[in-house]
């Protein structure tokens, strides 16, 4: 039974560059959530994804969009990237569906992204 | 802004000693999770914890609820190297349902040999 999978592992891109970072969910899981994570911090909550549809957004600017496909894998795009967007970005599955409270999230083991 | 904060940022102990981690949080939530995290890798869920209850246990770990002090306790007894790793409580962004998360900074726990 695989896991979360992250694609790719590592990334070094110039600042003004876009980035696409790609994310297969756990087996049964149909929701994505992408959190941002910088050295020395706990991850940050970007966006969600459920049934191809954004449901809650953290506090990041619209230069960070994403997408869910038809088999729940999910994209995350960033636009015009930032010396200050060099992190460790997380993709995270979870099962939403019938459910009320939060169900524990499947962490992939995430993109490190280096911005120069 | 970051809801739950843990206590402290960092903790070095023996091995075989028990290690205790704290976190508070701000708003009213109806669960709050654990995770572990070892060095530049992704997290790993420990335990959930649901408003309605006040204490949990799974193997090694106990984790306690105080939704009055809006506070929250992991303990790890007989400590291990292998739990050299970073702790984070987590909380619903909304206070609950099927919501993104928020974490704190985490507690880096150091077992010594």
């Given at each position: 039974?695989?896991?979360?999978?992250?694609?790719?592992?590592?990334?070094?891109?110039?600042r003004?560059?876009?980035?696409?970072?790609?994310?297969?969910?756990?087996?049964?899981?149909?929701?994505?959530?992408?959190?941002?994570?910088?050295?020395?911090?706990?991850?940050?909550?970007?966006?969600?994804?459920?049934?191809?549809?954004?449901?809650?957004?953290?506090?990041?600017?619209?230069?960070?969009?994403?997408?869910?496909?038809?088999?729940?894998?999910?994209?995350l795009n960033?636009?015009?990237?930032?010396?200050?967007d060099?992190?460790?970005?997380?993709?995270?599955?979870?099962l939403?569906?019938?459910?009320?409270?939060?169900?524990?999230?499947?962490?992939?083991n995430?993109?490190?992204?280096?911005?120069? | 802004?970051?809801?739950?904060?843990?206590?402290?940022?960092?903790?070095?102990?023996?091995?075989?000693?028990?290690?205790?981690?704290?976190?508070?949080?701000?708003t009213?939530?109806?669960?709050?999770?654990?995770?572990?995290q070892?060095?530049?890798?992704?997290?790993?869920?420990?335990?959930?914890?649901?408003?309605n209850e006040?204490?949990?246990?799974?193997?090694?770990l106990?984790?306690?609820?105080?939704?009055?002090?809006?506070?929250?306790s992991?303990?790890?007894?007989?400590?291990?190297?292998?739990?050299?790793a970073?702790?984070?409580?987590?909380?619903?962004?909304?206070?609950?349902?099927?919501?993104?998360?928020?974490?704190?900074?985490?507690?880096?726990?150091?077992?010594?040999?």
């Amino acid at each position: 039974d695989a896991g979360v999978t992250q694609s790719p592992t590592h990334l070094i891109k110039t600042r003004g560059q876009q980035v696409t970072l790609r994310c297969s969910p756990k087996s049964g899981h149909d929701t994505v959530s992408w959190y941002q994570q910088a050295l020395g911090q706990g991850p940050q909550f970007i966006f969600q994804y459920y049934e191809e549809e954004e449901r809650q957004r953290g506090n990041f600017p619209d230069r960070f969009s994403g997408h869910q496909f038809p088999n729940y894998s999910s994209e995350l795009n960033v636009n015009a990237l930032l010396l200050g967007d060099s992190a460790l970005y997380l993709c995270a599955s979870s099962l939403r569906r019938g459910r009320a409270y939060n169900s524990p999230l499947h962490f992939g083991n995430g993109t490190r992204l280096t911005v120069t | 802004s970051q809801q739950g904060e843990e206590d402290p940022q960092a903790l070095s102990i023996q091995e075989g000693e028990n290690a205790t981690m704290n976190c508070s949080y701000k708003t009213s939530i109806n669960n709050l999770q654990w995770y572990r995290q070892n060095s530049g890798r992704g997290l790993v869920h420990l335990i959930l914890i649901r408003s309605n209850e006040r204490e949990k246990h799974s193997g090694r770990l106990r984790v306690t609820l105080d939704t009055s002090k809006k506070s929250s306790s992991l303990l790890i007894t007989a400590s291990r190297a292998a739990d050299t790793a970073s702790y984070f409580c987590a909380t619903p962004l909304s206070g609950g349902g099927a919501d993104g998360l928020t974490f704190g900074k985490g507690t880096h726990l150091i077992i010594q040999p």
